[in-house]
């Protein structure tokens, strides 16, 4: 091969190697600003591109997925004039890479200052309490003008949080003080509560148990009585077969002076010392007869 077939073929060779070199390959949610000598020209998206070697430069690719930036704590003065710590958490997405190229220098620490200045405008016109009790206020102010003040920039702020308020060592303690008097306040509450309760319980436990022992007495009382009408029923059955019988065994001569005699026998073991017999009466069997009639009516009385 002669010399100028060499020399063209290793000219070859490097235009080859610069053309490959102006191919650009952009990922997905990212983006790439284009300059030509030096001038913005345009912004790749995703996908293959190609940029002309030496005359195009590109830029390194910008994320536009959103960015959470933790910025540290910062004091601020509330209108009580009491210094606090208080960190934040921004969260950020780049809309626009042109602008976000080109509208400020170093976004991030732009973002942290604007972030820091806003906090301490918005905290200086609450106090103490306020501060502490209204997070949610302070994080939708923080993200409004913070939103409205990076729009030049391409960037859109979608959340503020603030994440620690740490007011001073004092001021702490005085607060760890109130939020344990007012624990041990609840704790009260809730023991007398439970208390209570149990009370309630013993006491509506009582209630039925005299109502049960009431219930009880009163069954037994029932009982009682209705054993004692039975008894009585009995008896007053029993006295009046017995007289059925004895009216109905028409005794003979022998037996009712036998049972005569008897009669006399007991009458004669009472109080009285004397006992009457009717002149009237012919025989023993007619006053046998009397005293029969006698048991008789008194048995029915009873």
Do not use: C
């Not at 030509?36 to 996908?47: N, S």
């Not at 918005?122 to 309490?129: P, T, W």
């Not at 306020?130 to 003040?149: C, F, G, P, Q, Y």
């Amino acid at each position: 091969m002669t010399t100028a077939g060499i020399v063209l073929l290793v000219l070859g060779i490097i235009i080859l190697a610069v053309l490959v070199t102006g191919i650009r390959v952009v990922r997905q949610a990212t983006a790439v600003t284009v300059e030509r000598l030096g001038k913005y020209r345009k912004t790749l998206e995703t996908g293959v591109h190609y940029v002309l070697p030496i005359f195009d430069r590109t830029s390194r690719p910008i994320s536009l997925k959103e960015i959470v930036a933790d910025f540290k704590p910062q004091p601020v003065i509330t209108k009580d004039n009491v210094t606090m710590q208080i960190d934040t958490v921004v969260y950020f997405q780049i809309t626009d890479a042109k602008l976000y190229t080109y509208g400020v220098d170093k976004p991030l620490s732009a973002i942290e200052n604007l972030t820091a200045t806003t906090l301490r405008n918005i905290v200086g016109e609450l106090e103490l309490d306020e501060t502490l009790t209204s997070r949610d206020t302070v994080n939708s102010k923080m993200r409004i003008i913070l939103d409205e003040a990076t729009d030049p920039w391409g960037i859109k702020i979608n959340r503020v949080e603030l994440k620690n308020i740490l007011p001073p060592k004092d001021i702490q303690e005085a607060m760890e003080k109130q939020m344990r008097a007012e624990r041990e306040r609840r704790e009260a509450i809730l023991r007398a509560e439970g208390e209570k309760k149990s009370n309630i319980l013993v006491a509506e436990g009582e209630k039925q148990a005299k109502i049960l022992r009431a219930e009880a007495d009163k069954a037994s009382r029932i009982l009682a009585a209705e054993a004692e009408k039975a008894a009585l029923i009995a008896e007053a059955e029993g006295k009046a077969t017995a007289v059925d019988l004895i009216n109905n065994a028409n005794p003979n001569q022998a037996y009712l002076t036998i049972e005569g005699y008897r009669a006399l026998i007991e009458l004669s073991k009472g109080a009285a010392t004397k006992i009457i017999i009717p002149s009237e009466l012919q025989n023993i069997t007619a006053t046998l007869a009397a005293i029969k009639e006698g048991v008789v009516t008194e048995t029915k009385k009873n």
